[in-house]
């Protein structure tokens, strides 16, 4: 069969202006397109890689099949711009600048005093912006899960969600005014008010009101093109890769045929960060994104069939509809899910990253496939040669080769089962943060019972976090037949303690914390089967303390609180005077529509050079080389600057700008690559070969700084009163030595 006709031309629209471009470079990334290629600085390179929410940009696309837009926010770094054929993308220069007119959310947050820095507010901007498209009179919740995404380290999130929350019905100015009513409207008079104390910080009444229908508009031409062309085969060649995007089935499945190692990206969410942090690169990358039987959504009585090129937002909202129909004994897996949909990751994220890629991904953190795998879902795969149905348990997830699917094939969609009357399936995950932070441990659990009694009849459970791959602990089979009961539970936890071991040097550290997460969630698991099974039956069960049904509840994605008071002004003092008022940031209106120049937002000068730095892979260890012939020969490359090359003073040995002889810890800059582009900079810091040879102490762990006494400074010790005397009265007396939080 032959393919359909093929395409270089890439279109979308940025800021509602047509950009068109032949042969994109599939290794360049929205962000950096916008800020170095187009000059659109207002959208700003925090981390690189997903995690700050600094780049949110919101895009729009149109689905021919639907006829409906939608607009979601996504993290400009990770988006490769071969991706963005027919969309629309909206930056925060698009929404409003100082020289046309601000948006009522550039506004609101300037205002609202939700800026200090200024280097998050276009990305919080952005993302209360896509909410508001969506979502015009936002609830409280919507804004904290639409912010999960974005990182400030300065302003504090109470402003910034206060601001958002402006456009919430019923909000006002002062956040801990019980009735949500400021301060001075509650029926003081004059007098009284002149001594007042004021939470108030702006005045609501001056903020313009939100006009959807000033928004800028889908391009029709998007919306005609996605009618006319769904099949061409758009084909982008860069230096290293090139990105071959189907419009059908059949062509991907040719492809793949092809091209079987080829990996098939949607979202870039997992396989961008190789590229960009460890610098994998593949020389063909299929995007399945525009096949539509990827997003077939099917719901029958055995349970749903979700598309694998379905985003984690469009399942999180497909499985709340089903919940919310469906009785809860039905539904007990989609409940499961649905608890880390909420958390995992950021919005922006979520929005881009699909089904089938973070299934087949089967990172050890996954905190889906857990649940997926004591689910009994199975996964509908797809080649030139047929469909297959695969399921998706601890062997697909351990990567057992049998088990998993064969290069050719295709994942289409996942089937998840409506679970059964005594069936119960529970989800635990324990992370840094609540949002946007890996989880150190999860787990999915699933029990069954023979009907109306506590007898077991099936029994699984995966573990996330705990090793290499997702986990199982296989030995609490022996517990079918067992009633769920303590004398079960005790023999339960001996069996995961046994088997579900960790070395005490496992890779991420925290061993004995991890093993105590493991067995802490299965002491969940049970109480919450019991309280279940205890509902259903009241006689059979024991009865559960209060105390310990706390234990079960999930802590609540609360607002932040907090406040800020000043005293009154006289009503008499002059506007002019700004002694005792609140006054918006100076530059918070620049910061919120991207207008604010940061360094990294200068334009380059002509003949402006850029430098990547080689830092050191040794802990400890005498410099026996360097050689920088490759790097130096390599294209682009002007110098290879070393410690020689510094004039006058290099600096203290541990402050040294560049190492010189010795290198005294990882990461310590060795030499610098200087290069007419950062990339072509960054890439020849590979060609540099130095030589090591490894010296003593080394210093890896807080053990060892103890052992050889390397402090930063003298041993501080905080004190107050009589210590000894306390201690002596002291009714109970912990000591303990603090772990180290994390082994590197
Ligand atoms: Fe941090 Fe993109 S720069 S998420
Ligand atoms: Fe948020 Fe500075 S990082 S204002």
Same mark, same amino acid.
């Given at each position: 069969?032959?393919?359909?006709?093929?395409?270089?031309?890439?279109?979308?629209?940025?800021?509602?202006?047509k950009?068109?471009?032949?042969?994109?470079?599939?290794?360049?990334?929205?962000?950096?397109?916008?800020?170095?290629?187009?000059?659109?600085?207002?959208?700003?390179?925090?981390?690189?890689?997903?995690d700050?929410?600094?780049?949110?940009?919101?895009?729009?696309?149109?689905?021919?099949?639907?006829?409906?837009?939608?607009?979601?926010?996504?993290?400009?770094?990770?988006?490769?711009?071969?991706?963005?054929?027919?969309?629309?993308?909206? /930056?925060?220069?698009?929404?409003?600048?100082?020289?046309?007119?601000?948006h009522?959310?550039?506004?609101?947050?300037?205002?609202?005093?939700?800026?200090q820095?200024?280097?998050?507010?276009?990305?919080?901007?952005?993302?209360?912006?896509?909410?508001?498209?969506?979502h015009?009179?936002?609830?409280?919740?919507?804004?904290?899960?639409?912010?999960?995404?974005?990182?400030?380290?300065?302003?504090?999130?109470?402003?910034?969600?206060?601001?958002?929350?402006?456009?919430?019905?019923?909000?006002?100015?002062?956040?801990?005014?019980?009735?949500?009513?400021?301060?001075?409207?509650?029926?003081?008079?004059?007098?009284?008010?002149?001594?007042?104390?004021c939470?108030?910080?702006?005045?609501?009444?001056?903020?313009?009101?939100?006009?959807?229908?000033?928004?800028?508009?889908?391009?029709?031409?998007?919306?005609?093109?996605?009618?006319?062309?769904?099949?061409?085969?758009? /084909?982008?060649?860069?230096?290293?890769?090139?990105?071959?995007?189907?419009?059908?089935?059949?062509?991907?499945?040719?492809?793949?045929?092809?091209?079987? +190692?080829?990996?098939?990206?949607?979202?870039? /969410?997992?396989?961008?960060?190789?590229?960009?942090?460890?610098?994998?690169?593949?020389?063909i990358?299929?995007?399945?994104?525009?096949?539509?039987e990827?997003?077939?959504?099917?719901?029958?009585?055995?349970?749903?069939?979700?598309?694998?090129?379905? +985003?984690?937002?469009?399942?999180?909202?497909?499985?709340?509809?089903?919940?919310?129909?469906?009785?809860?004994?039905?539904?007990?897996?989609?409940?499961?899910?649905?608890?880390?949909?909420?958390?995992?990751?950021?919005?922006?994220?979520?929005?881009?990253?699909?089904?089938?890629?973070?299934?087949?991904?089967?990172?050890?953190?996954?905190?889906?496939?857990?649940i997926?795998?004591?689910?009994?879902?199975?996964?509908?795969v797809?080649?030139?040669?047929?469909?297959?149905?695969?399921?998706?348990?601890?062997?697909?997830?351990?990567?057992?080769?049998?088990?998993?699917?064969?290069?050719?094939?295709?994942?289409?969609?996942?089937?998840?089962?409506?679970?059964?009357?005594?069936?119960?399936?529970?989800?635990?995950?324990?992370?840094?943060?609540?949002?946007?932070?890996?989880?150190?441990?999860?787990?999915?659990?699933?029990?069954?019972?023979?009907?109306?009694?506590?007898?077991?009849?099936?029994?699984?459970?995966?573990?996330?976090?705990?090793?290499?791959?997702?986990?199982?602990?296989?030995?609490?089979?022996?517990?079918?037949?067992?009633?769920?009961?303590?004398?079960?539970?005790?023999?339960?936890g001996?069996?995961?303690?046994?088997?579900?071991?960790?070395l005490?040097?496992?890779?991420?550290?925290?061993?004995?914390?991890?093993?105590?997460?493991?067995?802490?969630?299965?002491?969940? $698991?049970?109480?919450?089967?019991l309280?279940q099974?205890?509902?259903?039956?009241?006689?059979?069960?024991?009865?559960?303390?209060?105390?310990?049904?706390?234990?079960?509840?999930d802590?609540?994605?609360?607002?932040?609180?907090?406040?800020q008071?000043?005293?009154?002004?006289?009503?008499?003092?002059?506007?002019?005077?700004?002694?005792?008022?609140?006054?918006?940031?100076?530059?918070?209106?620049?910061?919120?529509?991207?207008?604010?120049?940061?360094?990294?937002?200068?334009?380059?000068?002509?003949?402006?050079?850029?430098?990547?730095?080689?830092?050191?892979?040794?802990?400890?260890?005498?410099?026996?080389?360097?050689?920088?012939?490759?790097?130096?020969?390599?294209?682009?490359?002007?110098?290879?600057? /070393?410690?020689?090359?510094?004039?006058?003073?290099?600096?203290?040995e541990?402050?040294?700008?560049?190492?010189?002889?010795?290198?005294?810890?990882?990461?310590?800059?060795?030499?610098?690559?200087?290069?007419?582009?950062?990339?072509?900079?960054k890439?020849?810091?590979?060609?540099?070969?130095?030589?090591?040879?490894?010296?003593?102490?080394m210093i890896?762990?807080?053990?060892?700084?103890?052992?050889?006494?390397?402090?930063?400074?003298?041993?501080?010790?905080?004190?107050?009163?009589?210590?000894?005397?306390? $201690?002596?009265?002291?009714?109970?007396i912990?000591?303990?030595?603090?772990?180290?939080?994390?082994?590197l």
């Amino acid at each position: 069969m032959s393919r359909s006709k093929e395409s270089d031309e890439l279109i979308f629209f940025v800021n509602g202006k047509k950009v068109i471009e032949r042969n994109a470079d599939p290794e360049v990334n929205l962000l950096f397109y916008l800020r170095k290629i187009i000059q659109l600085t207002g959208t700003k390179y925090g981390c690189g890689g997903g995690d700050c929410g600094a780049c949110t940009v919101m895009i729009s696309r149109y689905n021919p099949i639907s006829k409906k837009i939608s607009h979601f926010s996504a993290a400009a770094c990770l988006v490769p711009i071969c991706s963005l054929h027919g969309a629309a993308v909206t /930056t925060v220069e698009g929404i409003g600048s100082t020289k046309t007119r601000i948006h009522p959310v550039q506004e609101r947050i300037a205002k609202g005093h939700g800026t200090q820095c200024g280097f998050c507010t276009p990305g919080m901007v952005m993302s209360i912006y896509t909410l508001l498209r969506n979502h015009p009179e936002p609830s409280t919740e919507q804004i904290m899960e639409t912010l999960g995404g974005n990182l400030c380290r300065c302003t504090g999130y109470r402003p910034i969600v206060e601001s958002a929350r402006s456009f919430s019905p019923n909000s006002a100015c002062c956040p801990m005014n019980e009735k949500w009513k400021c301060c001075l409207d509650e029926g003081k008079n004059e007098p009284e008010r002149k001594n007042s104390v004021c939470t108030k910080l702006y005045e609501k009444e001056e903020f313009q009101p939100l006009d959807p229908t000033q928004e800028l508009i889908f391009p029709p031409e998007l919306m005609r093109m996605a009618e006319d062309s769904p099949n061409t085969v758009l /084909t982008f060649r860069g230096e290293r890769t090139t990105w071959i995007a189907p419009g059908t089935l059949n062509d991907l499945l040719e492809l793949k045929m092809e091209y079987p +190692s080829a990996p098939l990206v949607i979202g870039n /969410t997992c396989l961008g960060l190789d590229m960009k942090f460890k610098d994998v690169s593949y020389p063909i990358i299929i995007s399945p994104a525009r096949i539509l039987e990827l997003f077939v959504v099917t719901n029958t009585n055995e349970g749903l069939t979700l598309g694998a090129g379905l +985003s984690l937002t469009q399942v999180k909202n497909i499985l709340s509809d089903v919940v919310s129909r469906l009785p809860k004994e039905r539904t007990q897996t989609y409940r499961a899910l649905l608890k880390h949909l909420r958390t995992l990751a950021g919005q922006q994220i979520r929005n881009v990253a699909s089904l089938g890629g973070h299934i087949i991904s089967r990172l050890p953190t996954s905190d889906l496939n857990p649940i997926f795998g004591v689910g009994n879902c199975k996964l509908n795969v797809a080649s030139t040669e047929g469909t297959q149905q695969i399921p998706l348990n601890d062997h697909f997830l351990a990567g057992v080769p049998e088990a998993i699917l064969k290069p050719e094939q295709v994942l289409i969609s996942v089937f998840v089962p409506l679970s059964r009357k005594w069936e119960f399936v529970s989800a635990f995950r324990q992370a840094p943060r609540q949002q946007n932070a890996f989880a150190i441990v999860n787990a999915g659990m699933r029990v069954a019972f023979k009907e109306d009694t506590n007898t077991i009849t099936d029994l699984s459970i995966l573990y996330g976090g705990i090793g290499a791959t997702v986990v199982s602990a296989k030995s609490c089979q022996q517990l079918i037949g067992r009633c769920w009961d303590e004398e079960m539970l005790d023999d339960a936890g001996r069996m995961i303690r046994e088997e579900v071991s960790l070395l005490t040097a496992a890779p991420g550290g925290m061993v004995e914390y991890r093993k105590t997460l493991a067995i802490s969630f299965l002491f969940k $698991f049970y109480l919450d089967v019991l309280k279940q099974l205890k509902r259903r039956n009241p006689h059979r069960c024991p009865d559960i303390s209060q105390k310990l049904l706390q234990v079960l509840e999930d802590f609540p994605l609360t607002m932040p609180h907090g406040t800020q008071s000043f005293k009154d002004v006289d009503s008499q003092q002059p506007l002019q005077d700004p002694v005792g008022r609140p006054i918006m940031h100076q530059s918070g209106i620049k910061h919120a529509t991207g207008e604010a120049v940061f360094c990294d937002d200068m334009s380059v000068l002509a003949g402006e050079l850029f430098l990547a730095v080689v830092t050191s892979s040794k802990p400890h260890a005498r410099i026996i080389s360097l050689d920088a012939s490759e790097a130096l020969a390599s294209p682009g490359v002007v110098d290879v600057i /070393t410690a020689q090359d510094v004039p006058g003073d290099n600096g203290r040995e541990e402050e040294s700008l560049y190492a010189q002889d010795e290198v005294i810890c990882v990461g310590q800059i060795v030499c610098a690559v200087a290069a007419d582009s950062y990339a072509r900079a960054k890439q020849a810091t590979k060609k540099v070969k130095i030589v090591y040879e490894d010296m003593e102490p080394m210093i890896v762990t807080v053990q060892d700084a103890l052992q050889h006494e390397s402090f930063i400074g003298p041993e501080k010790k905080l004190e107050q009163g009589n210590v000894q005397l306390a $201690f002596q009265s002291a009714d109970q007396i912990l000591e303990g030595n603090r772990q180290p939080a994390m082994i590197l």
